[in-house]
């Protein structure tokens, strides 16, 4: 079955980028389509985007697109979400998760705590 | 697709019925709509899709019903480990997927 690992928490400065990783296994990365969603704290999930890499097709939600690059590395198996000029609304749980059907998420990675702090 | 949820707490004895609404703005046509469970320090846990359709290990005391703008999620007998919050997902649009604003359920 398919798991999702991501790495860990990260502190970052406004305006800086993060680069978040998600490692698959039980299957191969380009059979997959991954999204990335995040929760700030008493929000709900907010979908951000996703990758196809066996169609190389990605796509980004309207709010972060100029601002949002998700790649995938299939000889590592990794898919990973860069955001820029991060500010203090962007600390948020980031989680990675297999988009399924049309568009459902299973399963998820843990998540990553994502912290923008001067 | 805006889905707003309701109530926003639900504070119930074990073995009681919980019931979770979801509304959607608009109809959400193929009932193209989730459910997740999630707890704090978990990853989310896929609960139902397509309204109704429970994921594989998900067990049956979870059910999910609704059409069109709503939606409901129902726990029957409610266990100690139910308590979580959880989320709506609609998937109708692919490049406009949404969630609700979750509903938190605590065993007393």
């Known amino acids: 079955q398919v798991q999702l690992v991501q790495s860990g928490a990260e502190v970052k400065k406004p305006g800086s980028s993060v680069k978040v990783s998600c490692k698959a296994s039980g299957d191969t990365l380009s059979n997959l389509a991954i999204s990335w969603v995040r929760q700030a704290p008493g929000q709900g999930p907010e979908w951000m985007g996703g990758?196809?890499?066996?169609?190389?097709?990605?796509s980004y939600a309207q709010m972060f697109r100029g601002r949002l690059t998700i790649t995938a590395d299939e000889s590592s198996s990794t898919a990973y979400m860069e955001l820029t000029s991060l500010r203090s609304e962007d600390t948020a749980v980031y989680y990675c998760?297999?988009?399924?059907?049309?568009?459902?998420?299973?399963?998820w990675g843990q998540g990553t705590l994502v912290t923008v702090s001067s | 697709i805006v889905l707003t949820q309701s109530p926003g707490t639900l504070s119930l004895s074990p073995g009681e019925r919980a019931t979770l609404s979801c509304r959607a703005s608009q109809s959400v046509s193929g009932n193209y709509l989730a459910w997740y469970q999630l707890k704090p320090g978990q990853a989310p846990r896929l609960l139902i899709y397509g309204a109704s359709a429970r994921a594989t290990g998900i067990p049956d005391r979870f059910s999910g019903s609704g059409s069109g703008t709503d939606f409901t999620l129902t726990i029957g007998g409610l266990e100690p480990e139910d308590s979580a919050v959880y989320y709506c997902q609609q998937y109708v649009s692919s490049l406009a997927l949404t969630f609700g604003g979750g509903t938190k359920v605590e065993t007393k």
């Open positions: 998760a297999r988009r399924l059907g049309i568009g459902w998420f299973h399963p």
């Open positions: 990758i196809i890499p066996l169609f190389r097709s990605i």
